[in-house]
């Protein structure tokens, strides 16, 4: 007969470097730099920073406990709750695997860049018209299918699956224990150099575009706006702190029982945080100063992959090692977020199919592989014009990031606050975050955060994804 086999662990410090690796992504990278510039410097960052060490905090404790408390994935945890709730794990297990594909069509596109800066080419990526972009992502002319994009995808989807398929200790921790620290020498590294560049032509200095990163702009400060802001905030929070999409609750449940959870999780708080303010701190002040105030208006992927290239070429011959780095580094970013995407699916098989990791992480790399290759293929001028994206006006990759992070993220939070707060109750979670008479000073915020506020303003930020507030 065959044998139960223990859960997997992590050891404490692989679980910090594992949950801060799914934590740090493309979020921290190129949407918390372009929100800062755009939603008055240090007034979002402070807006922010409220937000994590309340909101984020409290829904990161109440996935994390449940997590360890059941030692299941998502779906199981829940059900241990109540059969009743089994469905709000489900609704956690889609939301990774939705995102999946096109994150790692994303990390393909990083991909690229990487090679092409490491390669010696990186001036070629430099258009500020942004057509190598458009060779990248697969936009053509007539309508033919570009290749580039669909080999990338697979390359950093297939470096996923493996570590994913090498499991938690062999393949997640191991990964995380090496690639999270480089990845934060890089960066520090990238911020001490960038802060000092001056551009010739125009005699800009990174330090004179460090105050529009840092001090609170109030000119033309509207309640409304100010609202908008700390939307634009709680979404980004939301998103960079990898919640509500099972991934807290599957590594939690991979956390061992004597790792201390309050300290855990300042410390994940502290490093998604400090990657995310060290990405603003490099960008936008670079981007100030090579292409002045316009180029601090390129709006999503153009910020990273258009007005960059430019930037590090504004620093001379050494701003190609600049860019070789700086695109290595999200390479690391993005890879380690989605092992955590694919892992939170795999769990999710294994656990509630009775399924061995092998066949599980294959299902969860095949459904990948397809849905990935039409994000791919979404580009293709030809293709567009028969899916639904043509109705919708968007791109498949921009339906699938609506769906999950302003629709489903939402709810299945709103959901998570009630089942941890009301049904499982906040006493429950703060036995297990203080097994072994851990200190847990944050107590009193998270038990209102979770059963009072959180619920009312991500009720909010699912209105505001309908539009509801402009
Ligand atoms: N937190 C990651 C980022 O900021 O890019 C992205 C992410 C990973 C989102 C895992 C959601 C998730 F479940």
């Not at 992502?137 to 297939?158: E, H, K, N, R």
């Not at 092992?339 to 009775?354: G, K, W, Y």
Request: glycine letters at 10%; a neutral charge.
């Amino acid at each position: 007969m065959e044998e139960k086999k223990a859960r997997s662990t992590f050891s404490s410090l692989g679980f910090v470097l594992a949950a801060a690796g799914s934590a740090v992504g493309l979020g921290n990278l190129w949407r918390f730099p372009y929100l800062a510039a755009k939603d008055g410097g240090g007034l979002f960052i402070l807006i922010y920073l409220v937000l994590v060490l309340s909101f984020g905090f409290a829904l990161m404790t109440s996935e994390i406990a449940l997590g360890r408390k059941t030692q299941k994935s998502p779906v199981a945890a829940f059900g241990e709750i109540g059969k009743t709730w089994k469905f709000v794990g489900w609704g956690a297990t889609i939301i990774p695997a939705l995102i999946i594909p096109y994150y790692a069509a994303i990390g393909g596109w990083v991909c690229k860049y990487a090679f092409t800066y490491l390669t010696g080419h990186g001036r070629d990526a430099v258009d500020a018209s942004g057509g190598f972009f458009q060779t990248a992502i697969g936009i053509t002319a007539d309508g033919s299918v570009a290749w580039q994009p669909i080999l990338w995808f697979f390359i950093f989807i297939t470096a996923t699956f493996i570590i994913v398929y090498l499991g938690v200790e062999n393949g997640i921790e191991k990964a995380s224990v090496i690639l999270m620290p480089i990845l934060l020498i890089i960066i520090i590294f990238i911020a001490g150099y960038s802060t000092f560049v001056k551009d010739e032509v125009s005699g800009r200095t990174a330090l004179q575009g460090l105050s529009i990163y840092l001090v609170p702009n109030f000119k033309g400060l509207t309640l409304v706006k100010f609202l908008n802001i700390v939307l634009d905030a709680m979404g980004q929070m939301f998103y960079s702190l990898s919640l509500a999409m099972g991934i807290m609750i599957t590594y939690g449940s991979y956390m061992k029982k004597d790792s201390s959870m309050p300290k855990s999780i300042n410390q994940i708080e502290l490093f998604d945080t400090g990657i995310a303010l060290l990405a603003g701190f490099i960008m936008v002040p670079t981007v100030y100063c090579f292409l002045g105030e316009e180029g601090l208006g390129s709006a999503g992927p153009s910020l990273m992959f258009i007005a960059l290239p430019q930037v590090f070429n504004g620093m001379g011959s050494f701003g190609l090692v600049i860019g070789a780095l700086f695109f290595v580094l999200v390479i690391f970013a993005a890879l380690t977020s989605c092992i955590s995407l694919m892992e939170a699916v795999t769990a999710t098989i294994m656990d509630r199919f009775n399924q061995s990791r092998k066949v599980s992480v294959i299902i969860t790399y095949a459904i990948a592989l397809v849905i990935g290759l039409i994000v791919c293929l979404g580009y293709n001028k030809f293709l567009f014009e028969v899916s639904f994206a043509s109705v919708s006006g968007g791109q498949i990759l921009d339906i699938l990031d609506w769906a999950t992070n302003s629709f489903l993220m939402p709810i299945v939070a709103i959901l998570t606050c009630i089942v941890v707060g009301w049904v499982w109750g906040t006493d429950k979670a703060l036995e297990e975050v203080q097994l072994n008479g851990e200190k847990f000073p944050r107590k009193p915020i998270f038990v209102v955060m979770t059963k009072y506020i959180a619920p009312v303003l991500l009720f909010i930020i699912l209105l505001n994804s309908f539009g509801l507030f402009g």
